[in-house]
T-cell receptor, first 113, second 115 residues
Framework: AQSVTQPDIHITVSEGASLELRCNYS??????LFWYVQSPGQGLQLLLK??????LVQGIKGFEAEFKRSQSSFNLRKPSVHWSDAAEYFC???????????FGQGTILTVHP | DVKVTQSSRYLVKRTGEKVFLECVQD?????MFWYRQDPGLGLRLIYF???????EKGDIPEGYSVSREKKERFSLILESASTNQTSMYLC??????????????FGPGTRLTVL
């Protein structure tokens, strides 16, 4: 069965600092990987996705993620965090039929001024 | 612009009531999904549908049912609401395709409180 682990429940960074959110997955074949962001009281918005090809993928809002098959990881990064990035971030893996996704537990990001 | 709408943002119901949560998408997507979101547990799939009148159980279907009579509409039903069903409910939709490389588009969510 596929699974996703986000080891960090809550991360706090200062505005302007770099950010890395960790995601580890378990899946038997080539995974399809996603990062979503959820602002308070809102639904989820797709930040970026990986299907194949270049293992470094660029997303919206200045985010990027790197797929590392050997480590079963898909970590999300941003070089300089803005206060508006404060939100909850979800990593997800897919690969079964009908477009089902399995989500991680989420990481809450707090940004200090 | 892609849009998934949910009938209510906030809902308060009493134990034992029958509850309907409605979701509508305007993207002509085949797949539709219902999740519940609880702190520390992420999103858990309740039911999904890949076609009109077709439904499949997700990871936590107990206490829920669904209905999909039209392609654009997917309803989640709580036959007899209980306090442990107090949660945020998220609807999503996606195109039908091979594998899971189709992005899911989410609605704003319905925060349900059962008293």
């Amino acid at each position: 069965a596929q699974s996703v682990t986000q080891p960090d429940i809550h991360i706090t960074v200062s505005e302007g600092a770099s950010l890395e959110l960790r995601c580890n997955y378990s899946y038997g074949a080539t995974p399809y990987l996603f990062w979503y962001v959820q602002s308070p009281g809102q639904g989820l918005q797709l930040l970026l996705k990986y299907f194949s090809g270049d293992t470094l993928v660029q997303g919206i809002k200045g985010f990027e993620a790197e797929f590392k098959r050997s480590q079963s990881s898909f970590n999300l990064r941003k070089p300089s965090v803005h206060w508006s990035d404060a939100a909850e971030y979800f990593c997800a893996v897919g690969g079964t039929s009908y477009g089902k996704l399995t989500f991680g537990q989420g990481t809450i990001l707090t940004v200090h001024p | 612009d892609v849009k998934v709408t949910q009938s209510s943002r906030y809902l308060v119901k009493r134990t034992g009531e029958k509850v309907f949560l409605e979701c509508v998408q305007d993207m002509d997507h085949e797949n539709m999904f219902w999740y519940r979101q609880d702190p520390g547990l992420g999103l858990r799939l309740i039911y999904f549908s890949y076609d009109v009148k077709m439904k499949e159980k997700g990871d936590i279907p107990e206490g829920y049912s669904v209905s999909r009579e039209k392609k654009e509409r997917f309803s989640l039903i709580l036959e007899s609401a209980s306090t442990n069903q107090t949660s945020m409910y998220l609807c999503a939709s996606s195109l039908l395709g091979q594998g899971s490389y189709n992005e899911q588009f989410f609605g704003p969510g319905t925060r349900l409180t059962v008293l």
